[in-house]
Protein backbone atom coordinates (compact mmCIF):
# COMPACT_ATOMS: atom_id res chain seq x y z
CA UNK A 1 0.00 0.00 0.00
CA UNK A 2 0.85 3.14 -0.80
CA UNK A 3 1.83 6.14 2.19
CA UNK A 4 3.62 9.23 2.53
CA UNK A 5 5.62 10.74 5.37
CA UNK A 6 6.35 14.29 5.86
CA UNK A 7 8.85 15.04 8.75
CA UNK A 8 8.13 17.83 10.79
CA UNK A 9 4.68 18.87 11.05
CA UNK A 10 6.04 23.16 11.57
CA UNK A 11 8.51 24.35 9.84
CA UNK A 12 10.28 27.92 10.68
CA UNK A 13 12.50 29.68 8.35
CA UNK A 14 13.83 33.59 7.83
CA UNK A 15 12.46 35.09 4.78
CA UNK A 16 15.50 34.70 2.74
CA UNK A 17 16.83 31.41 4.43
CA UNK A 18 17.02 27.82 2.48
CA UNK A 19 13.38 26.31 2.32
CA UNK A 20 13.52 22.30 2.96
CA UNK A 21 10.54 20.02 3.16
CA UNK A 22 10.60 16.62 3.58
CA UNK A 23 8.69 13.41 2.15
CA UNK A 24 9.10 10.29 2.00
CA UNK A 25 7.10 7.71 0.35
CA UNK A 26 6.27 3.89 0.03
CA UNK A 27 4.75 2.89 -3.17
CA UNK A 28 4.86 -0.70 -4.43
CA UNK A 29 5.34 0.56 -8.20
CA UNK A 30 7.06 3.82 -9.40
CA UNK A 31 4.86 6.50 -8.31
CA UNK A 32 3.20 9.80 -9.25
CA UNK A 33 4.58 12.32 -7.09
CA UNK A 34 2.97 15.52 -5.86
CA UNK A 35 3.69 19.03 -3.86
CA UNK A 36 0.42 20.83 -3.39
CA UNK A 37 -0.06 24.28 -1.06
CA UNK A 38 -2.97 25.65 0.85
CA UNK A 39 -3.44 28.65 1.51
CA UNK A 40 -5.41 29.63 4.64
CA UNK A 41 -8.91 29.13 4.17
CA UNK A 42 -8.36 27.90 0.50
CA UNK A 43 -8.10 25.00 -1.85
CA UNK A 44 -4.98 23.32 -2.74
CA UNK A 45 -3.09 24.48 -5.62
CA UNK A 46 -0.34 22.63 -7.25
CA UNK A 47 2.96 23.56 -6.64
CA UNK A 48 4.91 20.71 -9.24
CA UNK A 49 4.92 17.13 -9.69
CA UNK A 50 7.03 14.03 -10.92
CA UNK A 51 5.72 11.47 -13.25
CA UNK A 52 8.09 10.31 -15.03
CA UNK A 53 11.41 11.73 -17.22
CA UNK A 54 14.14 14.22 -15.14
CA UNK A 55 13.93 13.59 -11.78
CA UNK A 56 14.42 17.53 -10.82
CA UNK A 57 11.41 19.16 -11.48
CA UNK A 58 10.64 23.04 -10.96
CA UNK A 59 7.58 24.01 -10.40
CA UNK A 60 5.63 27.55 -9.92
CA UNK A 61 6.92 30.58 -6.79
CA UNK A 62 10.55 28.98 -7.77
CA UNK A 63 9.85 25.86 -5.69
CA UNK A 64 11.34 22.67 -6.84
CA UNK A 65 11.91 19.24 -6.12
CA UNK A 66 14.31 16.22 -7.02
CA UNK A 67 12.55 12.57 -7.43
CA UNK A 68 15.34 10.37 -5.91
CA UNK A 69 14.36 6.47 -6.25
CA UNK A 70 17.15 5.24 -3.86
CA UNK A 71 16.37 7.27 -1.39
CA UNK A 72 11.95 6.97 -1.60
CA UNK A 73 12.29 10.92 -1.52
CA UNK A 74 10.66 14.00 -3.36
CA UNK A 75 11.48 16.64 -0.81
CA UNK A 76 10.17 20.22 -1.65
CA UNK A 77 13.06 22.75 -1.45
CA UNK A 78 13.25 26.92 -2.43
CA UNK A 79 16.80 28.80 -2.54
CA UNK A 80 15.20 32.05 -0.77
CA UNK A 81 11.88 31.78 1.18
CA UNK A 82 9.51 34.67 0.82
CA UNK A 83 6.78 35.82 3.51
CA UNK A 84 4.31 35.42 0.78
CA UNK A 85 5.67 31.10 1.54
CA UNK A 86 3.92 31.07 4.25
CA UNK A 87 0.83 28.26 3.87
CA UNK A 88 0.28 24.66 4.71
CA UNK A 89 2.00 22.25 2.29
CA UNK A 90 1.20 18.38 1.39
CA UNK A 91 3.11 15.77 -0.58
CA UNK A 92 1.06 13.37 -2.26
CA UNK A 93 1.47 9.94 -4.11
CA UNK A 94 -0.09 7.96 -6.89
CA UNK A 95 0.44 4.90 -7.86
CA UNK A 96 -1.35 2.26 -10.45
CA UNK A 97 -4.64 2.53 -8.55
CA UNK A 98 -4.73 6.52 -9.42
CA UNK A 99 -6.56 7.12 -5.52
CA UNK A 100 -3.57 9.71 -4.40
CA UNK A 101 -2.94 9.40 -0.79
CA UNK A 102 -1.53 12.90 1.06
CA UNK A 103 1.11 13.09 3.81
CA UNK A 104 0.13 14.47 6.96
CA UNK A 105 1.24 18.04 5.82
CA UNK A 106 3.93 20.55 6.97
CA UNK A 107 3.03 23.92 7.96
CA UNK A 108 5.71 26.36 6.81
CA UNK A 109 6.46 29.83 8.68
CA UNK A 110 8.60 32.49 7.48
CA UNK A 111 10.00 35.05 10.46
CA UNK A 112 10.83 38.42 8.87
CA UNK B 1 -16.12 24.32 -16.75
CA UNK B 2 -12.81 26.19 -15.78
CA UNK B 3 -12.12 24.86 -12.49
CA UNK B 4 -14.01 22.03 -10.39
CA UNK B 5 -16.39 23.63 -8.62
CA UNK B 6 -18.33 22.56 -5.63
CA UNK B 7 -21.25 24.09 -3.76
CA UNK B 8 -22.49 25.03 -1.46
CA UNK B 9 -19.29 26.50 -0.18
CA UNK B 10 -20.64 26.58 3.41
CA UNK B 11 -23.00 24.58 4.80
CA UNK B 12 -24.16 24.65 8.50
CA UNK B 13 -26.89 22.07 9.50
CA UNK B 14 -28.12 20.56 12.62
CA UNK B 15 -27.12 16.80 14.13
CA UNK B 16 -29.20 14.23 12.65
CA UNK B 17 -30.02 15.80 9.43
CA UNK B 18 -28.77 14.52 6.33
CA UNK B 19 -26.75 16.37 3.30
CA UNK B 20 -25.98 16.66 0.38
CA UNK B 21 -22.72 18.10 -1.13
CA UNK B 22 -21.96 18.61 -4.78
CA UNK B 23 -19.19 18.59 -7.23
CA UNK B 24 -18.74 19.53 -10.86
CA UNK B 25 -15.44 18.50 -12.32
CA UNK B 26 -13.13 19.75 -15.16
CA UNK B 27 -15.26 19.13 -18.12
CA UNK B 28 -13.39 15.98 -19.70
CA UNK B 29 -11.92 14.30 -16.86
CA UNK B 30 -12.71 11.23 -16.13
CA UNK B 31 -11.43 10.36 -12.77
CA UNK B 32 -13.50 12.69 -9.31
CA UNK B 33 -12.04 12.08 -6.10
CA UNK B 34 -13.53 13.19 -2.19
CA UNK B 35 -11.42 14.16 0.39
CA UNK B 36 -12.01 15.31 3.84
CA UNK B 37 -10.14 17.78 5.88
CA UNK B 38 -10.66 18.47 9.53
CA UNK B 39 -9.50 21.16 10.88
CA UNK B 40 -5.50 21.59 11.40
CA UNK B 41 -5.57 17.85 9.69
CA UNK B 42 -4.56 16.43 6.61
CA UNK B 43 -6.60 15.10 3.42
CA UNK B 44 -8.17 11.64 4.40
CA UNK B 45 -9.36 10.00 1.29
CA UNK B 46 -13.23 8.95 0.73
CA UNK B 47 -14.19 7.93 -2.15
CA UNK B 48 -12.78 7.66 -5.85
CA UNK B 49 -15.01 7.90 -9.21
CA UNK B 50 -13.56 6.60 -12.69
CA UNK B 51 -16.45 7.50 -14.68
CA UNK B 52 -19.69 6.88 -13.25
CA UNK B 53 -18.58 3.42 -11.36
CA UNK B 54 -16.64 3.76 -8.08
CA UNK B 55 -13.12 1.27 -7.96
CA UNK B 56 -12.31 2.21 -4.58
CA UNK B 57 -15.01 3.62 -1.53
CA UNK B 58 -11.96 2.12 0.66
CA UNK B 59 -12.67 5.43 3.02
CA UNK B 60 -16.05 6.38 3.50
CA UNK B 61 -15.89 6.64 7.62
CA UNK B 62 -19.40 4.74 7.23
CA UNK B 63 -22.87 3.94 6.39
CA UNK B 64 -24.27 7.17 6.64
CA UNK B 65 -21.86 8.03 3.75
CA UNK B 66 -22.71 7.79 -0.12
CA UNK B 67 -21.79 9.11 -3.03
CA UNK B 68 -22.83 8.55 -7.22
CA UNK B 69 -22.05 10.40 -10.25
CA UNK B 70 -23.53 10.84 -12.70
CA UNK B 71 -21.85 9.63 -15.83
CA UNK B 72 -18.37 12.31 -16.00
CA UNK B 73 -20.14 14.41 -14.69
CA UNK B 74 -21.40 15.91 -11.26
CA UNK B 75 -20.49 13.77 -7.97
CA UNK B 76 -23.18 14.23 -4.91
CA UNK B 77 -21.92 12.91 -1.45
CA UNK B 78 -24.13 12.84 0.93
CA UNK B 79 -23.87 12.25 4.49
CA UNK B 80 -27.30 10.79 6.23
CA UNK B 81 -27.91 11.46 10.27
CA UNK B 82 -24.76 13.94 10.42
CA UNK B 83 -23.00 13.94 13.79
CA UNK B 84 -20.48 16.42 14.86
CA UNK B 85 -17.59 14.27 14.31
CA UNK B 86 -18.63 14.97 10.17
CA UNK B 87 -17.72 18.41 10.96
CA UNK B 88 -14.99 19.29 8.32
CA UNK B 89 -13.77 20.29 4.90
CA UNK B 90 -15.02 18.23 1.71
CA UNK B 91 -12.76 18.75 -0.81
CA UNK B 92 -13.22 17.20 -4.46
CA UNK B 93 -10.74 16.56 -7.13
CA UNK B 94 -10.67 15.56 -10.58
CA UNK B 95 -8.37 15.02 -12.99
CA UNK B 96 -7.88 13.26 -16.72
CA UNK B 97 -7.66 9.61 -17.89
CA UNK B 98 -3.94 10.29 -17.98
CA UNK B 99 -3.80 11.26 -14.34
CA UNK B 100 0.42 12.15 -14.93
CA UNK B 101 -1.36 15.35 -15.76
CA UNK B 102 -2.68 16.30 -12.00
CA UNK B 103 -5.39 16.63 -10.06
CA UNK B 104 -7.35 19.88 -9.62
CA UNK B 105 -9.27 20.54 -6.40
CA UNK B 106 -12.43 22.61 -5.57
CA UNK B 107 -11.99 24.94 -3.41
CA UNK B 108 -14.53 22.68 -0.51
CA UNK B 109 -17.87 22.74 1.48
CA UNK B 110 -17.12 23.56 4.68
CA UNK B 111 -19.29 21.47 6.79
CA UNK B 112 -20.61 22.33 10.52
CA UNK B 113 -22.97 20.15 12.36
CA UNK B 114 -24.45 21.68 15.15
Known amino acids: AQSVTQLGSHVSVSEGALVLLRCNYS??????LFWYVQYPNQGLQLLLK??????LVKGINGFEAEFKKSETSFHLTKPSAHMSDAAEYFC??????????FGSGTRLLVRP | GAGVSQSPSNKVTEKGKDVELRCDPI?????LYWYRQRLGQGLEFLIY????????KSGLPSDRFSAERTGESVSTLTIQRTQQEDSAVYLC????????????FGSGTRLTVV
Open chain 1, 50 to 55: YTTGAT
Open chain 2, 93 to 104: ASSPFDRGQGYT
Open chain 2, 27 to 31: SGHTA
Open chain 1, 92 to 101: AVSDSSYKLI
Open chain 2, 49 to 56: FQGNSAPD
Open chain 1, 27 to 32: SSVPPY
